[in-house]
């Protein structure tokens, strides 16, 4: 693929953030030492240890718990609604005012474009405090209720490919209700959550009402599985969520789970044909495909098909993929060696399978963890690469002839997080829209996200919603939930 021109380097400095050597658990305030082991993070872009962090064991858990207990009860759960606003205001305005430090190590620990880390992780997180401050004092007129309580501790567990914005998504709305906090980020991403706790305590918030555990999957495991917790909230794997789901029944554990997706991104022959190529690279390729509502499944009708492949062939040679934090990359870094093992095997068995693999020309460094952009044709709903979530930069391409067959095909998964559609008719739009059994669905755009709109899933995509008025609900005690 020729370019028309070239790109000079234009890295951005990596000097304006202070990783240190290790790091403690956030506890009540202070960062402490762990009773446990320790763990590795690395820069999925190069290899290179970033820092060393501690596996929080049951008894940090157990330590933690109390400290956000002792936090709700004498200090967050009494305050004045108003007061409690404050705070997030101010944590809101110091994630604007280090949102560059807050960038560049999401890039580094994540491997994520610094343009998407800076445009949009960032600023969304930063976003997600603003909005839930304005909540906290009118909590009573969110149609929860006359005087909504809070539930009390939350237990909150995240995954790896959005750190921070998960962490604002979990953490924003249940400060703003009145609940305290108990973190656990992904063992391959914590560097942000460990930036966040300074954050906390430059806000002068009052000790014990966020904790941040690092560790891995057991560290999870004790969270979840405390008799302490009040409110579970999860993000990350179907399979996980399964297995805390059944840790919780029986339980007076509330919980919500925001799992995989497969979602369907439906082209018809009246779409805007440049403008849907764009939505559909920024569907599947946004964040390397390390997304939960990404448009991996892309239905296009059968007459518009070779028109569209080929001008998204194209659009596809054009992106840059490599350095996370040079500012004209457009795809970075595979965020682990498990994940890129994932990513090949399904690939291989797409093509085992019968599908056609198409990738463009390009060169991947010789460090860390690559995987080009990639598309399937051929592709049918029976394949693997269908069906499964591979959560990398794949596309899989499908074909329909009829609105009909395109809501069936669009439905045929055990999914239901987000769909899109591409069609110049406002008619069609309500119409197919309405059919789709997903949380989210976009027309004429994809991957938008705003903390007054409400997300999450049908299905095997979990249960609850997150942002809007409904994210609320998930944190207060009363009948509308
Ligand atoms: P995962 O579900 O294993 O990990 C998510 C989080 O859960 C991490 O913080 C992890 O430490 C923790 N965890 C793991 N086991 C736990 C347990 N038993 N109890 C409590 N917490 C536990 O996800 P993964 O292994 O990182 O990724 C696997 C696949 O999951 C991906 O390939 C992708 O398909 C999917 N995924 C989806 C999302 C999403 O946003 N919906 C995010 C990450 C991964
Ligand atoms: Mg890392």
């Given at each position: 693929?020729?370019?028309?021109?070239?790109?000079?380097?234009?890295?951005?400095?990596?000097?304006?953030?202070?990783?240190?050597?290790?790091?403690?658990?956030?506890?009540?305030?202070?960062?402490?030492?762990?009773?446990?082991?320790?763990?590795?993070?690395?820069?999925?872009?190069?290899?290179?240890?970033?820092?060393?962090?501690?596996?929080?064991?049951?008894?940090?858990?157990?330590?933690?718990?109390?400290?956000?207990?002792?936090?709700?009860?004498?200090?967050?759960?009494?305050?004045?609604?108003?007061?409690?606003?404050?705070?997030?205001?101010?944590?809101?305005?110091?994630?604007?005012?280090?949102?560059?430090?807050?960038?560049?190590?999401?890039?580094?620990?994540?491997?994520?474009?610094?343009?998407?880390?800076r445009d949009f992780d960032v600023p969304q997180a930063a976003a997600h405090f603003f909005h839930h401050a304005g909540w906290?004092?009118?909590?009573?007129?969110?149609?929860?209720?006359?005087?909504?309580?809070?539930?009390?501790?939350?237990?909150?567990?995240?995954?790896?490919?959005?750190?921070?914005?998960?962490?604002?998504?979990?953490?924003?709305?249940?400060?703003?209700?009145?609940?305290?906090?108990?973190?656990?980020?992904?063992?391959?991403?914590?560097?942000?959550?460990?930036?966040?706790?300074?954050?906390?305590?430059?806000?002068?918030?009052?000790?014990?009402?966020?904790?941040?555990?690092?560790?891995?999957?057991?560290?999870?495991?004790?969270?979840?599985?405390?008799?302490?917790?009040?409110?579970?909230?999860?993000?990350?794997?179907?399979?996980?969520?399964?297995?805390?789901?059944?840790?919780?029944?029986?339980?007076?554990?509330?919980?919500?789970?925001?799992?995989?997706?497969?979602?369907?991104?439906?082209?018809?022959?009246?779409?805007?044909?440049?403008?849907?190529?764009?939505?559909?690279?920024?569907?599947?390729?946004?964040?390397?495909?390390?997304?939960?509502?990404?448009?991996?499944?892309?239905?296009?009708?059968?007459?518009?098909?070779?028109?569209?492949?080929?001008?998204?062939?194209?659009?596809?040679?054009?992106?840059?993929?490599?350095?996370?934090?040079?500012?004209?990359?457009?795809?970075?870094?595979?965020?682990?060696?498990?994940?890129?093992?994932?990513?090949?095997?399904?690939?291989?068995?797409?093509?085992?399978?019968?599908?056609?693999?198409?990738?463009?020309?390009?060169?991947?460094?010789?460090?860390?963890?690559?995987?080009?952009?990639?598309?399937?044709?051929?592709?049918?709903?029976?394949?693997?690469?269908?069906?499964?979530?591979?959560?990398?930069?794949?596309?899989?391409?499908?074909?329909?002839?009829?609105?009909?067959?395109?809501?069936?095909?669009?439905?045929?998964?055990?999914?239901?997080?987000?769909?899109?559609?591409?069609?110049?008719?406002?008619?069609?739009?309500?119409?197919?829209?309405?059919?789709?059994?997903?949380?989210?669905?976009?027309?004429?755009?994809?991957?938008?996200?705003?903390?007054?709109?409400?997300?999450?899933?049908?299905?095997?995509?979990?249960?609850?919603?997150?942002?809007?008025?409904?994210?609320?609900?998930?944190?207060?005690?009363?009948?509308?939930?």
């Amino acid at each position: 693929m020729t370019s028309l021109f070239e790109y000079a380097p234009a890295p951005e400095s990596r000097s304006i953030v202070d990783v240190r050597p290790s790091y403690g658990l956030f506890v009540d305030g202070e960062f402490t030492d762990g009773t446990g082991s320790t763990m590795k993070t690395v820069n999925p872009a190069t290899e290179e240890v970033l820092s060393e962090v501690t596996v929080g064991s049951s008894e940090d858990v157990d330590r933690a718990v109390r400290a956000a207990r002792r936090a709700f009860t004498r200090v967050w759960g009494p305050m004045r609604p108003a007061d409690r606003g404050k705070y997030l205001f101010r944590i809101a305005r110091l994630l604007q005012e280090r949102a560059r430090e807050f960038a560049v190590l999401e890039s580094l620990d994540n491997g994520k474009p610094i343009r998407e880390s800076r445009d949009f992780d960032v600023p969304q997180a930063a976003a997600h405090f603003f909005h839930h401050a304005g909540w906290a004092d009118k909590l009573d007129h969110a149609g929860l209720g006359p005087a909504p309580r809070p539930l009390g501790v939350a237990g909150q567990v995240i995954p790896w490919n959005f750190p921070m914005l998960m962490l604002a998504w979990k953490i924003a709305p249940a400060l703003a209700t009145g609940n305290t906090v108990v973190l656990k980020p992904a063992e391959t991403t914590p560097l942000t959550a460990l930036l966040f706790a300074e954050v906390c305590q430059q806000a002068d918030l009052p000790p014990g009402v966020v904790n941040i555990v690092t560790g891995a999957g057991e560290t999870g495991r004790s969270l979840v599985a405390h008799p302490d917790v009040d409110k579970v909230a999860f993000t990350g794997s179907t399979e996980v969520g399964r297995e805390i789901a059944r840790s919780v029944a029986g339980t007076q554990k509330r919980l919500t789970l925001e799992l995989g997706g497969k979602a369907a991104n439906i082209v018809f022959d009246d779409a805007p044909i440049d403008q849907a190529v764009e939505g559909i690279v920024r569907g599947i390729f946004f964040n390397q495909g390390h997304v939960c509502c990404a448009g991996s499944r892309l239905l296009v009708q059968e007459s518009v098909h070779d028109e569209l492949l080929a001008s998204l062939q194209r659009r596809i040679g054009t992106l840059r993929i490599g350095d996370p934090l040079d500012k004209n990359t457009d795809i970075g870094a595979i965020n682990s060696a498990e994940q890129l093992v994932r990513i090949r095997e399904l690939s291989e068995i797409g093509e085992a399978e019968g599908a056609r693999r198409w990738q463009p020309e390009c060169t991947l460094p010789d460090r860390g963890w690559w995987f080009p952009p990639t598309v399937f044709t051929d592709v049918s709903a029976a394949h693997r690469i269908a069906r499964d979530e591979v959560f990398g930069p794949v596309l899989s391409v499908l074909t329909f002839r009829t609105p009909d067959e395109a809501v069936a095909k669009a439905n045929n998964t055990t999914y239901g997080l987000s769909a899109g559609v591409w069609t110049e008719k406002g008619s069609r739009i309500l119409s197919i829209t309405d059919r789709l059994r997903a949380g989210v669905v976009w027309a004429n755009t994809f991957n938008e996200f705003d903390p007054t709109s409400p997300f999450g899933g049908y299905k095997q995509s979990g249960y609850g919603r997150e942002g809007g008025r409904q994210g609320l609900a998930a944190y207060l005690q009363g009948d509308d939930r």
